[in-house]
């Protein structure tokens, strides 16, 4: 099974902040990986696919990076409405969530 | 614009099976390409994938709940569905189903809660 380690947990930040989430696979998944924006009471909603690739609509805030096996999800200037909690997903054998980073109004 | 609706019981007796259906419309299951999946959240905690189904009926299952889950589909409603036997109050939670593909889940059901308890 591919674990998907995702850091951190908690994250406090303020309006305007650069904000960094990463995830670790536990071995190679080809970049089949994608982050996924959650609020409360809603079904996650798709930001990036295949690593690095914008999903249409998304903001061009929102940016996806990866090396080897760890990935980063990249908020470069962090909105009121992106107060959220964030999933990655691996998607190269079978499926794997990492634990979720929720971002909080610091 | 392709939806996704689950329904079924969303009260439990524990060791009994949990079952619920998904409903596509503005597509169809028939087309190739897509994972039709179930994925669950418990209360106040992240996301769990339970398994998917591809149009041919070929299944593939979280191995954690591989001997308690069953993913079926029916072409002719375009429905999938999801059995989840012997449940416990750990198998409470929302059910979402969804559809995957190279490009990630980009369609999701609006999910149902599910809640066991006797």
């Known amino acids: 099974d591919i674990q998907m380690t995702q850091s951190p947990s908690t994250l406090s930040a303020s309006v305007g902040d650069r904000v960094t989430i990463t995830c670790r696979a536990s071995?190679?998944?080809?970049?089949?990986l994608a982050w996924y924006q959650q609020k409360p009471g809603k079904a996650p909603k798709l930001l990036i696919y295949?690593?690095?690739s914008l999903e249409t609509g998304v903001p061009s805030r929102f940016s996806g990076s990866a090396s080897g096996t760890e990935f980063t999800l990249t908020i470069s200037s962090l909105q009121p409405d992106d107060f959220a909690t964030y999933y990655c997903q691996q998607y190269n054998s079978y499926w794997t969530f990492g634990q979720g980073t929720k971002v909080e109004i610091k | 614009q392709l939806q996704l609706q689950e329904s079924g019981s969303g009260l439990v007796k524990p060791s009994q099976t949990l079952s619920l259906t998904c409903a596509v419309s503005g597509g169809s299951i028939s087309s190739g390409g897509y994972s039709w999946s179930w994925i669950r959240q418990p209360p106040g905690k992240g996301l769990e994938w339970i398994g998917y189904?591809?149009?041919?009926?070929?299944?593939y299952y979280n191995p954690s709940l591989k001997s308690r889950v069953t993913i079926s589909v029916d072409m002719s409603k375009n429905q999938f569905s999801l059995r989840l036997s012997s449940v416990t109050a750990a198998d409470t939670a929302v059910y979402y189903c969804?559809?995957?593909?190279?490009?990630?889940?980009?369609?999701w059901g609006q999910g149902t809660l599910v809640t066991v308890s006797s």
């Open positions: 071995q190679s998944i080809s970049n089949w």
């Open positions: 969804a559809r995957g593909g190279i490009f990630g889940v980009v369609h």
């Open positions: 295949k690593a690095s």
């Open positions: 189904i591809y149009h041919s009926g070929s299944t």
